[in-house]
């Protein structure tokens, strides 16, 4: 190891971690490894306890197995977890077979929970009081013993059998008279909890919602296993959203920032709804040639089939948009499918129109002001025009705001109803409607 | 005021204020007002001041004159504010002049900040500590004094200037040597702060980054003003994240629940995007238009344009959805925009090869196995749709990309690059492409 190493990981160390983060995240994982370990050991665990902290998992395997395993020991249980997740296999038992044997023991049990629910985003290390202390007593007992807990801002008195009998605050207890029994501190109402394998987007709702700092995660038997913090929630707010916001822009959620990511791992990711949504989308093509007969007579048709199918997809992509999020929030749910359905098939008879008389408008402009010729039935291709654009709006309305009902009917993330997706779907249709109309309105004439 | 409404009030007073405002947000304003104007009046107060109440401003107004100015008088002062800036400007000026002069001052100046800044967020109920305290008397204060607060996890050491000195945690007050000086308390470290004018994301940012219970806002001078709370972070950062989908979806931020929203707003959000859209379209028909002779000579070019144009506008909304979300989480900044550019051209390659291959192969199966017949030239119109393909993908990614930072870098929010946005874009210049390469390969057999 040579000075300037040296000297860089004391600066780092005296750094903010999470800005010693930032840092490291622009170094390769052995010089970030490397730096780690040079570092002031708590200054590498609190760096190290970071969510930021991009592949934590490859800078363990770069550093010294004795280094790593000191440094796994120290970290917090739900961040241990995470790395241990990431870790190839067999790094993975090496490591562990270097841990304390109940560290080890917690590990395993905390890796048995599936990474997107309660337990797999709780810690373990969380304040404990017992029902028969008073307010001084725990106030001692925090004084004395929490350094090693990430918040001591929410408190669970837990009776001998490890039963949570009651969630209080921080700031409960500080303003509770020191001689009360601490069990008489904060409200009646029965406390929160979550069990242990709720999903992830309802422990963020419960904490969102109350204002929580953190929710015990419960056993069947109702014994507390750990807790979720609102830091941990707001990590977990800012990944779903993530992944929503990857998800409808069609393809799958990357899981890491743009820039860590492979460039293979990153094709892969985009290719799978890619190809998909082209295999879907051949069928415009199958359509366009039933038709064949028609654009071979009338080839002006072909000049606005653009133009109205990428009018249905946008419509259908507001509308997805719009539903994804309302039921992401809560604001809707399965049930309220039909109302929905009542609010879309108005609005796209709306939007429909508006763009359908425009549509008509350009048409008369073009012809009448002499830009272009659509021939002797140009007010009928107008018509045929204007009137594809109201049923294809207002099919794409409806279509994609029922999708995310669907996909979430069927089980699916509904937020695997993209705005591609929806396209798709509406081009198809889209182009059927439009020659259907065209065949009413200029059959005898142009047809 | 009928029996079944009190009883019905005192039953919503004895929920959480969060189970209870759900239940208000399913009434219509006027019962709304009715229901919190027979309650408990501290409940009344407790269910006002969640952030998830519909409408608050309608059931302020709702309300009985008395009744609203105790409850606005009562409430948080950044909860307060929030009603202020929706109500009416006559309601809002004829409640104002109700409030004690004090209330009225702050709410006045705090009206005068932009409410997607610190200084909208912040509330200026916080606990201040002067210097020459100790840690025991800061705690006693505590104790005594902070039942109005939102938070005294955060504690602000504040001089007789109102200069912030430094800001230090319940948790270090706690765990602290009850005779020292309260300012010898926590970290060393510069304590974190933002000026009244920073952007909602930058706060989000700093307390989510550094995981902050609250940050202090300062005037330009260092005197401390208010501070913002983690929940009114998560608020806004769930805020902000249903404005980027909506966006994202094509369509203007709709800033209330999907079923909240009058008809005729919901259909002017979406209207202004959608005709934006459609005039941007019709270039399409323009760009057809040009080609008339190329259509007419081969209506069989025409079969593939939805599915060509299709593709460029997914490939573009990934590339977007993906770049949207990196800048706004900062994984990306402004200056990044070639090394992106770098990574989205190769990766268009690579996607729009992949989508060329199928695309050949179908026209060769549907031409051998008989299912179509694209003419004698059917292999040269194959290999126009493949290197079509790679054209319009790429360009698709490219442009999907560097979209939002030619948005960031003009001023505007880069969430306005939606994918419907993108997809026209793409269109126009795909079509372009598609003939072009058309006239290159077929020139002298088919066209």
Redesign the interface.
Known sequence: MDLAQVSEARRLAAL?P?DAVEELNEMDVSEAGAMLASMDFRASVGVFEQA?LDHADKIIDAMPQDKASALLTEIAADRRVDVFRKLPKNAGARLLERLPAETRAEVEQLLSYPSDTAGGLMTTEFFRARPEWTVAQG?DA??TG??ALE???AIYIVDAQGVLVKAIS??DL??ADPLAPISSVGTT?KSFSVPVDAPRDEVARLI????L?AAPVLDASGKILGIVT??D???A??DT??E???K????EA?GA???AMS?MA??KK??G???A???S??L??SA??TY?TE??KA?VL??????I???G???G??A???????LA?G??RLR?WW??AL?EL??GL??GS??GV??VI?IIIWQKAGI?DYGEHWFLIALTVGCALVGI?TFGSLTGSMLPFIMQRLGFDPASA???FV??LV?VTG?VIYFSIAIRILGGTLL
Chains 1, 2 share one sequence.
Request: a negative charge.
């Open positions: 903010h999470a930021g106030l925090i004084r929490s350094a918040t001591v801002y921080l700031r500080v303003t109402r969102s919602k109350y204002d700092s609102v830091d929630v707001i990590d707010i800012i959203d993530t929503d916001a990857q409808l822009g069609g393809l990357l920032p743009y820039m460039f990153m094709i985009r290719a709804w890619l190809c949504l082209f295999l989308e051949m415009t093509a366009m040639q064949e654009l071979e080839v072909t000049l606005f089939i653009p133009l199918m990428s009018s997809g946008n419509s992509s507001q997805t948009s719009l539903i994804i999020r309302a929030l604001e809707l309220d109302r929905v609010r108005p609005s709306v939007l508006l763009l425009i549509g350009r272009y709006v993209s705005a591609p396209a798709t081009d182009l």
